[in-house]
């Protein structure tokens, strides 16, 4: 079978490490992919990085068409709510993940939240608005001053930058203002005010075909660009699996109370959910979860410490999914604990630079896995850096202690100019 993975972050990386493995992929192909696909497909002679945009859903379909492509795997959301599934399903390219009706569960936060509402899934409760004055006038009726701070969200797809969690209620009022004011034009055209959560966040992530729910194993991600939780938010900076606070039996029932609800809801209501279906939960002292938020994709870097753990073939899930065979499904766990450590540039989240040359891969243990981010090869065959977060370095071991050792002797090998990474993922759960 020939495959082709969309995106060219760490989570693309791992999946394509994944599809390789399988026996059944004959050809693999990554677009645009990064510096650790390119020498991933060079080293395996399955194929290579193609140079065509994550998001330029005609010119994925003309490489999938050029390059007799059978399977796509659809990596970041936004190509997913711009219709990339469905406009590959009208080529008759099989494809993994959403259509865009069925991705809106992430692309709409009030459309997700409607969803839950309507599906009896707890959830952090809110409102919607397109109207300023509306929103300042819930706020000031729902939250009073002195009470928890509401949460203000942009409505659409925000490249991760639409979620505001104010310190004040004068923030919050401000952050209606500037999202409404145009701050990410048709995206911010309506904001969504909801009320604000506390406790320990999970990534819960199921395989969903339309009808069959398929876990995977939890785990959790670091926003914050600094140790202590302190600093501004990044796309993640390390990620640890399975939550010591969250047990097999909990993750079950939250299946039943989560997942499950929300997939059949989207089935009756004509949105058939065909992909990875990710709830990002809040868990509270008690140990009651509520959703924060759907994603309808793989979390980066959630995907990352999740793919080593699976021992059965990563392609054959996914064909599954795809296929609506998840019923019969049986993926293997190895049951190992991961923690994976994100290397980033120096400024990031901020301003960073980009072209350090990167030394230390090759000074990695067997068994640590570094999967590839922001890099790019130079003139010269070198791997440099090419964005903010630049690799990630995954340990694995019996447990959480041991995956995180490994994890981190390995990143302090690595080196580049400006290099930066926290030192406390997983260390609340020694
Ligand atoms: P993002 O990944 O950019 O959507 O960021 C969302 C982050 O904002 C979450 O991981 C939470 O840390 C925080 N957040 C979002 N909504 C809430 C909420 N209702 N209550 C508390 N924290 C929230
Ligand atoms: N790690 C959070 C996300 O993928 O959205």
């Not at 839950?116 to 929103?135: I, K, L, N, Q, Y």
């Not at 140990?287 to 994709?297: D, L, P, S, W, Y």
Request: with cysteine.
């Amino acid at each position: 079978m020939r495959v082709l993975i969309v995106g060219g972050g760490g989570r693309e990386h791992a999946l394509a490490w994944g599809v390789s493995r399988s026996p059944g992929c004959d050809a693999l192909f990554c677009a645009p992919g990064n510096a650790g696909t390119a020498l991933l497909l060079r080293e395996t002679g399955l194929g290579g990085n193609l140079p065509v945009g994550a998001e330029d859903v005609p010119g994925v379909v003309a490489a999938a068409r050029a390059q007799a492509i059978d399977f796509v795997v659809v990596g970041p959301e936004a190509p997913l709510a711009a219709g990339m599934a469905d406009a590959l399903c009208a080529a008759g390219v099989l494809a993994f993940g959403p259509s865009r009706a069925a991705a809106e569960i992430e692309s709409s936060k009030w459309f997700a939240k409607r969803t839950m509402r309507e599906a009896g899934v707890p959830h952090a409760a809110g409102e919607s608005f397109a109207d300023p004055a509306a929103a300042h006038a819930f706020i000031v009726e729902t939250f009073p001053d002195g009470g928890p701070v509401p949460v203000i969200k942009a409505d659409g797809l925000a490249a991760g930058k639409g979620v505001i969690v104010p310190a004040s209620m004068a923030e919050a009022h401000a952050a209606v203002d500037d999202l409404l004011g145009g701050r990410f034009g048709a995206a911010s055209a309506t904001v969504v005010v909801e009320e604000r959560l506390t406790g320990m966040e999970a990534s819960a992530m199921a395989l969903v075909d339309g009808e069959t729910v398929l876990p995977l194993p939890l785990s959790c991600d670091y926003k914050r660009a600094l140790d202590g939780d302190r600093g501004p938010n990044t796309g993640g900076m390390g990620v640890y699996s399975p939550p010591g606070f969250l047990g097999s039996d909990a993750w079950s029932a939250l299946l039943d109370s989560i997942h499950r609800p929300v997939a059949r809801r989207l089935r009756e209501t004509g949105r058939p959910y065909r992909g990875l279906l990710y709830g990002g939960l809040m868990v509270d002292d008690a140990g009651a979860a509520r959703v924060i938020e759907f994603n309808c994709r793989f979390g980066d870097p959630e995907v990352q410490v999740l793919l080593p753990q699976l021992r059965s073939d990563l392609l054959a899930l996914l064909l599954a999914c795809a296929e609506g065979r998840l019923e019969s499904a049986r993926p293997e766990w190895s049951g190992e604990a991961a923690v994976g450590v994100v290397l980033a540039s120096g400024g990031y989240p901020g301003a960073y630079e980009t072209g350090h040359r990167i030394t230390g891969l090759d000074a990695v243990d067997p068994g640590v896995l570094v999967f590839h981010a922001g890099t790019a090869l130079d003139a010269a065959g070198e791997v440099v850096t090419g964005g903010g977060r630049v690799l990630i370095v995954v340990g694995l071991g019996p447990d959480l202690a041991t995956a995180r050792e490994r994890a981190y002797a390995n990143a302090s090998r690595i080196e580049f100019e400006g290099r930066h990474y926290r030192t406390d993922i997983a260390a609340r759960e020694l």
